[in-house]
T-cell receptor, first 112, second 113 residues
């Protein structure tokens, strides 16, 4: 069991570039989420999914797209990177509504 | 989801109990209280959760007041490795937004020798 795997671990982008942050889990969890964490701050919810084919917006969805074509994968797409999107991005998954969430180790993104 | 309020920071002596409070005065009857912690900017780690009864596991105890408006996470014998940011969150059940879990800024616990 690898748990929640995020790739890449580090990434530097130029303003205006696009990229996809990958998140995969091998625990057959229905619920998956993406968070961003700015320096010295808590986590803010970007997008989440309650199952394959179902996604919804969180607190800070602007500038990001998601899709959930399989239970295992929940990629996060940055459409046109901006310096304000410099952050650490965490993906999380959990089995059901009331079970604990498992987090990946994060992707550290810098936009210059 | 109900909003939570936590102190920004707390200190605790190594070997002593760490008591971390959380206020969730607007909690409704169908919301659970969850605690997570984050060490050194790693991914957050689940600690414990509860609805209205006190809960205990190998990591910690969770004490929820009778009116459920506040709770306390207790680390019975804090070690230096317990230094982390601790997040208290509430989550609704049977809700279309059940996939959401929103985190606040948490409490930075520093365990000192």
């Amino acid at each position: 069991n690898a748990g929640v795997t995020q790739t890449p671990k580090f990434q530097v982008l130029k303003t205006g570039q696009s990229m996809t942050l990958q998140c995969a889990q091998d625990m057959n969890h229905e619920y998956m989420s993406w968070y961003r964490q700015d320096p010295g701050m808590g986590l803010r919810l970007i997008h989440y999914s309650v199952g394959a084919g179902i996604t919804d917006q969180g607190e800070v969805p602007n500038g990001y797209n998601v899709s959930r074509s399989t239970t295992e994968d929940f990629p996060l797409r940055l459409l046109s990177a901006a310096p304000s999107q410099t952050s650490v991005y965490f993906c999380a998954s959990r089995l059901g509504q009331f079970t604990e969430a498992f987090f990946g180790q994060g992707t550290r993104l810098t936009v210059v | 989801d109900a909003k939570t309020t936590q102190p920004t920071s707390m200190d605790c002596a190594e070997g002593r109990a760490a008591n971390l409070p959380c206020n969730h005065s607007t909690i409704s009857g169908n919301e659970y209280v969850y605690w997570y912690r984050q060490i050194h900017s790693q991914g957050p780690q689940y600690i414990i959760h509860g609805l209205k009864n006190n809960e205990t596991n190998e990591m910690a105890s969770l004490i929820i007041t009778e009116d459920r408006k506040s709770s306390t996470l207790i680390l019975p014998h804090a070690t230096l490795r317990d230094t982390a940011v601790y997040y208290c969150i509430v989550r609704q059940r049977y809700n279309t937004n059940a996939g959401k879990s929103t985190f606040g800024d948490g409490t930075t616990l520093t365990v000192k020798p």
